[in-house]
């Protein structure tokens, strides 16, 4: 019904930079809220960022000033920029959204998570 695609993912030196990307795509008649959380080896997911419909963000506090999440309304894409990367930042970072359904491939409301993207910070 709808996909999450996750891209920008890869390596990078402490300190540096990356893009994350997340298009959806399917039977999307709009988009609610989109997030990315993350998972660190042998540690439970996390919020990372949210924005919603109407663009208020929230951050977890580990990445306030640093992270910055951002949406394309019309391209029904979410994106994460990251500056000031840490070792800690290492994680494998997921899309996640609330979408309503447009017929005919669906009707009402579901949540949607992406495959992935590892991001590993280097020293």
């Known amino acids: 019904q709808v996909q999450l695609v996750e891209s920008g993912g890869g390596l990078v030196q402490a300190g540096g930079s990356l893009r994350l990307s997340c298009a959806a795509s399917?039977?999307?008649?709009?988009?609610?809220?989109m997030n990315w959380y993350r998972q660190a080896p042998g540690k439970q997911r996390e919020l990372v960022a949210g924005?919603?419909?109407?663009?208020?963000?929230n951050y977890g506090d580990s990445v306030k000033g640093r992270f910055t999440i951002s949406r394309d309304v019309n391209k029904n894409t979410v994106y994460l920029q990251m500056i000031s990367l840490k070792l800690e930042d290492t994680a494998v970072y997921y899309c996640?959204?609330?979408?309503?359904?447009?017929?005919?491939?669906?009707?009402?409301?579901?949540?949607?998570w992406g495959q992935g993207t590892l991001v590993t910070v280097s020293s």
């Open positions: 399917g039977s999307i008649r709009s988009i609610n809220d």
């Open positions: 924005i919603s419909s109407g663009g208020s963000t």
């Open positions: 996640n959204a609330g979408v309503f359904l447009a017929p005919p491939g669906g009707v009402g409301y579901i949540e949607v």
